[in-house]
């Protein structure tokens, strides 16, 4: 059972942490001691849809470089979260 809480740098309030680091290396420990687990969810939703949008292939290095950018982004800051052109997202009904 994962008990860990930790001050998510997206939420800026404290909230239950991932169980493990959920990125390889440096930034993925980064992700896993300052950053929550809703976060790290809504991250993945705003990663699906940037790899339909832009039909990215997560295997080509150029995909992997941008995904890597706006996951700091949307994350920690430190910049403008890219939204595609005209992107309007699916409603909830």
Same mark, same amino acid.
């Given at each position: 059972?994962?008990?860990?809480?930790?001050?998510?740098?997206? /939420?800026?309030? +404290?909230?239950?942490?991932?169980?493990?680091? #959920?990125?390889?290396?440096?930034?993925?420990?980064?992700?896993? %001691?300052?950053?929550?687990?809703?976060?790290?969810?809504?991250?993945?939703?705003?990663?699906?849809? /940037?790899?339909? +949008?832009?039909?990215?292939?997560?295997?080509? #290095?150029?995909?992997?470089?941008?995904?890597?950018?706006?996951? %700091?982004?949307?994350?920690?800051?430190?910049?403008?979260?890219?939204?595609?052109?005209?992107?309007?997202?699916?409603?909830?009904?």
């Amino acid at each position: 059972m994962n008990d860990r809480v930790v001050f998510c740098a997206r /939420l800026q309030c +404290e909230a239950k942490g991932l169980a493990k680091p #959920p990125y390889p290396g440096e930034l993925g420990q980064r992700i896993f %001691e300052q950053v929550s687990e809703s976060a790290w969810l809504a991250w993945r939703s705003h990663q699906t849809m /940037l790899i339909n +949008e832009y039909r990215l292939s997560p295997i080509d #290095p150029k995909a992997r470089k941008f995904l890597e950018e706006e996951m %700091e982004k949307f994350l920690f800051g430190g910049g403008e979260v890219t939204q595609p052109e005209g992107y309007v997202p699916p409603s909830g009904d």
